[in-house]
Every structure is written in structure tokens, then in C-alpha cells.
């Protein structure tokens, strides 16, 4: 580790801890000017894990949502590169988040919010598929909710 006021190549870890977020904190001081500097290191990021409806658990697969998304978007006026941003942004919210779990249901959120921004038949294709309406009425409350977001765009929806 190289000291940042004289770039002189050696230093002492004169104290090590963890922060509780995956990093660790290292107080360091330089061999030649004595200056004392932080540095954090991270873990390198494994694999995320999804959890499922029934508990069990696998490896997050950007395939597998895309195969939901384009199926939702069929002929619908959405590229494959927005498509592939709603999974980017779903990955680094897990990584930014320092967990390495989510759960399909907060998946199935994340997507619906992005894709009712983008398209609303895909939005309504892909809830339908995810939320497995039970009935029209189900169906139809989404469809009244999705109207009244968009009447009042400001108007949080969750
Ligand atoms: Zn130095």
C-alpha cells in the first residue's frame, strides 16, 4: 500500500476491524513519513442468491428474468437493452445494498415498477404472470391502480 503524501511503497496496518458491512476498516501509517491514513477492504461479491415463495434458494439468473420479461413485452415497443437495465438495476441494488440474498418477490416488485414505466401492456402482461391473478376482479383492481398512478404520476403506489 502505497502512502498518498510521499509515495513511499511500504506501510503498517497499525489497527484492523471490521465495520459490520462486509468491509474492513485498516489504519495504516507510512514506514517513511509516519503519515497515517484508512483504507477499507471489500470482499469480493460471490453470487447472489434468490429466495423463492417456498423457502428454497438459487442462483440469481439474469437468463431467467429476461425469459419473463421478453415473453411480457412480445411485440411491444421495448428494446432488449431496457430490459437488460431493469435486471442491471435489480443486480446492483443487491450489490449496493451489500446483501448477497433477495427474495422473487422483491424481484417481481422491482420489475413491475420499471416495466409500468416503460410500457403499460407489458407492465400488465407481467403482473398478471407474476401476481397469478385469481380471478378478473384481481386483475381489474391492478388495472384501476395502474390508471390512478398515472392520473397522479407524483402519487407514491406501492
Ligand atoms: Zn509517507
Redesign the pocket.
Given at each position: 500500500m502505497k502512502?498518498p503524501?510521499?509515495g513511499?511503497e511500504d506501510t503498517k496496518v497499525v489497527d484492523s476491524r471490521p465495520t459490520g458491512d462486509d468491509s474492513i476498516r485498516r489504519r495504516r501509517e507510512?514506514l517513511?513519513?509516519r503519515?497515517r491514513f484508512t483504507t477499507y477492504e471489500y470482499i469480493e461479491a460471490g453470487p447472489i442468491f434468490v429466495i423463492k415463495k417456498d423457502g428454497s434458494r438459487e442462483i440469481f439468473d439474469r437468463n431467467k428474468i429476461m425469459t419473463g420479461l421478453v415473453k411480457a413485452c412480445y411485440k411491444r415497443p421495448v428494446s432488449n437493452a431496457q430490459l437488460d437495465n431493469i435486471i442491471s438495476e435489480i443486480e446492483s441494488s443487491v450489490a449496493n445494498s451489500m446483501r448477497r440474498e433477495i427474495s422473487s418477490s422483491e424481484i417481481g416488485s422491482m420489475v413491475m415498477d420499471s416495466l409500468r414505466k416503460l410500457d403499460e401492456v407489458s407492465y400488465v402482461r407481467f403482473a398478471s404472470v407474476y401476481r397469478e391473478f385469481k380471478d378478473v376482479d384481481t386483475f381489474m383492481k391492478e388495472l384501476k391502480e395502474l390508471k390512478n398512478s398515472q392520473l397522479n404520476p407524483e402519487k407514491k403506489n406501492t
Open positions: 502512502c503524501i510521499c513511499f507510512c517513511s513519513c503519515f
